[in-house]
């Protein structure tokens, strides 16, 4: 009974289960052509028809609906069925979501230009990774991770997020960095692979009202005092 089972799972439920599963077969690529229909039917919209752009992307990404979710095209994503957002969440231009297993986004959370989430991946041994001969055809098997991403979080322009990893919130993921591993509440991360820099904390206020009131440069508590020791030290 549990064989029979078994071989009655589909491979759309393996694939966002993160299984082993055969991308090749009829569910997935249903799921993956109306994907990619509907993202390229929301990029080409042009900007100035925003409420059917904005009703195009709902289509594309069904858990926008209601939640303010901001996209800039071009945007890339393989299902879109497979990215979860919270409320008021933006994606700048040119970002790649490679929603094989989910990628879920919180509350606010703001990617940069040129960001890539990339949830797949391949067996490292090349007699497993590339197309073989199995029982029902010729095809290869794959598998993928999750992807999720805290609310209050800032990823910025040109960083890699790849499977398996969960970022805590009110983080920033420096610009180029290449995230491979999990990153706690609250810390600045960056480099390649990513690691994690400090803890945000009160000296990286900069008093945005007043600030904004004076028409000043802003800066921070931390920044003003480098500064202060810089000019005693002239």
Same mark, same amino acid.
């Given at each position: 009974?549990?064989?029979?089972?078994?071989?009655?799972?589909?491979?759309?439920?393996?694939?966002?289960?993160?299984?082993?599963?055969?991308?090749?077969?009829?569910?997935?690529?249903?799921?993956?052509?109306?994907?990619?229909?509907?993202?390229?039917?929301?990029?080409?919209?042009?900007?100035?028809?925003?409420?059917?752009?904005?009703?195009?992307?709902?289509?594309?990404?069904?858990?926008?609906?209601?939640?303010?979710?901001?996209?800039?095209?071009?945007?890339?994503?393989?299902?879109?069925?497979?990215?979860?957002?919270?409320?008021?969440?933006?994606?700048?231009?040119?970002?790649?979501?490679?929603?094989?297993?989910?990628?879920?986004?919180?509350?606010?959370?703001?990617?940069?230009?040129?960001?890539?989430?990339?949830?797949?991946?391949?067996?490292?041994?090349?007699?497993?990774?590339?197309?073989?001969?199995?029982?029902?055809?010729?095809?290869?098997?794959?598998?993928?991770?999750?992807? @999720? =991403? %805290?609310?209050?979080?800032? $990823?910025?322009? *040109? !960083?890699?997020?790849?499977?398996?990893? @969960? =970022? %805590?919130?009110?983080?920033? $993921?420096?610009? *180029? !960095?290449?995230?491979?591993?999990?990153?706690?509440? %609250?810390?600045?991360?960056?480099?390649?692979?990513?690691?994690?820099?400090?803890?945000?904390?009160?000296?990286?206020?900069?008093?945005?009202?007043?600030?904004?009131?004076?028409?000043?440069?802003?800066?921070?508590?931390?920044?003003?005092?480098?500064?202060?020791?810089?000019?005693?030290?002239?």
């Amino acid at each position: 009974m549990a064989e029979e089972q078994k071989e009655h799972i589909s491979d759309w439920d393996r694939m966002v289960t993160g299984k082993l599963y055969n991308s090749s077969s009829k569910d997935i690529e249903e799921q993956h052509k109306r994907g990619l229909i509907r993202c390229d039917t929301f990029n080409r919209i042009p900007v100035a028809r925003a409420e059917e752009k904005q009703a195009a992307l709902e289509k594309l990404i069904p858990s926008a609906k209601g939640k303010e979710l901001g996209v800039f095209a071009p945007f890339y994503c393989e299902y879109g069925v497979n990215i979860h957002v919270g409320r008021e969440c933006f994606i700048n231009y040119n970002c790649t979501f490679l929603d094989v297993s989910p990628i879920t986004l919180g509350d606010s959370v703001w990617v940069g230009a040129n960001v890539t989430m990339a949830t797949p991946n391949h067996p490292f041994l090349a007699e497993e990774r590339l197309n073989q001969d199995y029982p029902d055809g010729r095809h290869d098997l794959e598998y993928s991770s999750p992807i @999720t =991403i %805290g609310d209050g979080t800032w $990823i910025c322009s *040109g !960083a890699i997020i790849c499977g398996g990893v @969960t =970022i %805590g919130k009110n983080c920033i $993921i420096a610009a *180029g !960095a290449v995230v491979l591993h999990d990153i706690p509440d %609250g810390y600045i991360a960056g480099g390649v692979p990513a690691k994690v820099i400090r803890k945000i904390d009160e000296k990286d206020r900069i008093n945005v009202w007043e600030t904004y009131q004076k028409n000043e440069t802003p800066l921070s508590v931390r920044q003003k005092e480098k500064k202060a020791r810089e000019e005693t030290n002239e």
